[in-house]
DNA sequence: CTATTATGGATATATTTTATCCGTAATAGG
DNA sequence: CCTATTACGGATAAAATATATCCATAATAG
C-alpha cells in the first residue's frame, strides 16, 4: 500500500499557501522552488488540486495559485482525494466467483467478508485524515520552526506573492 | 493508494485453511486451483505467510499447507503484514529541509505534521483490520454460501487434503 | 529409490508512478 | 493592440513496482 508523494507535495503547498496574506497568490514556478521539487510535475498536482476545487488558478502575468476556499474547510482527506482518487486501496476481484466451488451470481450480491472488511478500514482512514484541516498543520508547522525561520518564510512569501486585485 | 491482489488471495487462502479440518494440509497447486488464480505467483504469497509464521509448509508427498496458529489469533492485518509488508503508506521525504527556507535538522527532530497526520491514520486502518480474524471471516462466507456450496466445498476439502501423521 | 511438494532465486512482462515537454488559452501591463 | 507571463491539457519518456513464470534444490512419504 503506497501513497504518491504528490499527496506529500500537494499537502505542503496548501499550507504554503494557507500562510499567503488575502489577495496574495504564487506561481506554479514559485511554489516548485519554494519547495524543492521539480516544477512541472508539481504543476500536475497543482492542476489536480484546481480541478477539485481547492485551490484557484488565474493564467497571465501575475496569475498564480491560491486557496479556493477557507483553510478551515480543506482536510488532508480532500487534498489526498484530489491528487490520489478515490478508488478503493483494495480492489475486490471477486475470487470466491471462480473456482471448483464458485459461488453463484445471486450469492454474490452483497460485498464479501473480506472485501467488507478492508472498506470498513479505509473509511477509518478517511475519517482520520478528513479530522486534520490546514489550520492544525500549519500549527504545527509554526510549533517546530524557530522565529528566525518562521520570519525568513514570511519574507518569501512577501516576495514572491503576486498581488491581485 | 493500492494493495496487491495477493493480498486478496492470501485472505481466502487463509479462510479456506481455517475450514480445513485439524490435520489436514492442502498443497499450493490445490489452493491455486480452489481460487482459480495462477500457481506459481500464489506460491510466492504462501512463502510469505509462511516466513511470517501464519501458515505452516510441509515438504514431499503428501505435504502442503496449513495454518500455524489457532483461526482466533489471525487477522486480516497479520495477513496484509504478511504479504504487502509493513512500510508505512505514506513515505515523507522531509520537503520540509530542502528549498530556500528549508528548516534546519535541529527544527526536524519530530515527523513533520502532515507525516504525523499520516501515521495517524494508518494506525486507525490498521486497527480496523486488526480487529477481523478468520472465523468472523468465515461466518460472512458461510452467510452468504447456499447449503449446497457449503457441502461441495466441504465435499473438496475432504478429496484434496492431505492427512497429515 | 521415486514421486511429490515447498523453497528461493532469477527472469520476464505489464502496469503505475514519476517526470518532462509543448502547443494553447488566458491575463496583466505597456 | 502587443508582449510577456502563467496556467492548462495532452502526449510522451523514463523509472519503479507489481504481476507472473520458471527452474534448480531440498525435504519428505511411501
Same mark, same amino acid.
Given at each position: 500500500?503506497?501513497?504518491?508523494?504528490?499527496?506529500?507535495?500537494?499537502?505542503?503547498?496548501?499550507?504554503?499557501?494557507?500562510?499567503?496574506?488575502? !489577495?496574495?497568490?504564487?506561481?506554479?514556478?514559485?511554489?516548485? /522552488?519554494?519547495?524543492?521539487?521539480?516544477?512541472?510535475?508539481?504543476?500536475? &498536482?497543482? &492542476?489536480?488540486?484546481?480541478?477539485?476545487?481547492?485551490?484557484?488558478?488565474?493564467? !497571465?502575468?501575475?496569475?498564480?495559485?491560491?486557496?479556493?476556499?477557507?483553510?478551515?474547510?480543506?482536510?488532508?482527506? /480532500? +487534498?489526498?482525494?484530489?491528487?490520489? !482518487?478515490?478508488?478503493?486501496?483494495?480492489? $475486490?476481484?471477486?475470487?470466491?466467483?471462480?473456482?471448483? $466451488? !464458485?459461488?453463484?451470481?445471486?450469492?454474490?450480491?452483497?460485498?464479501?467478508? +473480506?472485501?467488507?472488511?478492508?472498506? &470498513?478500514?479505509?473509511?477509518?482512514?478517511?475519517?482520520?485524515?478528513? /479530522?486534520?484541516?490546514?489550520?492544525?498543520?500549519?500549527?504545527? +508547522?509554526?510549533?517546530?520552526?524557530?522565529?528566525?525561520?518562521?520570519?525568513? +518564510?514570511?519574507?518569501?512569501? /512577501?516576495?514572491?506573492?503576486?498581488?491581485?486585485?
Amino acid at each position: 500500500m503506497k501513497i504518491g508523494k504528490g499527496v506529500e507535495w500537494a499537502a505542503h503547498t496548501c499550507a504554503l499557501l494557507a500562510m499567503v496574506p488575502a !489577495g496574495g497568490a504564487l506561481s506554479g514556478e514559485a511554489l516548485a /522552488d519554494f519547495l524543492g521539487v521539480p516544477p512541472p510535475y508539481l504543476a500536475k &498536482q497543482l &492542476q489536480a488540486l484546481s480541478r477539485a476545487g481547492i485551490v484557484a488558478a488565474k493564467r !497571465g502575468a501575475a496569475g498564480g495559485y491560491r486557496l479556493a476556499r477557507l483553510p478551515e474547510t480543506i482536510s488532508l482527506w /480532500d +487534498i489526498t482525494a484530489a491528487v490520489e !482518487g478515490t478508488a478503493p486501496s483494495f480492489r $475486490c476481484t471477486e475470487v470466491r466467483r471462480s473456482g471448483p $466451488c !464458485g459461488a453463484s451470481a445471486k450469492e454474490c450480491s452483497g460485498p464479501c467478508a +473480506i472485501a467488507a472488511a478492508f472498506r &470498513q478500514a479505509e473509511a477509518e482512514y478517511r475519517n482520520a485524515l478528513s /479530522d486534520v484541516r490546514l489550520p492544525s498543520l500549519i500549527a504545527g +508547522i509554526a510549533e517546530d520552526a524557530t522565529p528566525a525561520r518562521k520570519r525568513r +518564510i514570511m519574507e518569501w512569501i /512577501d516576495r514572491h506573492a503576486a498581488n491581485a486585485a
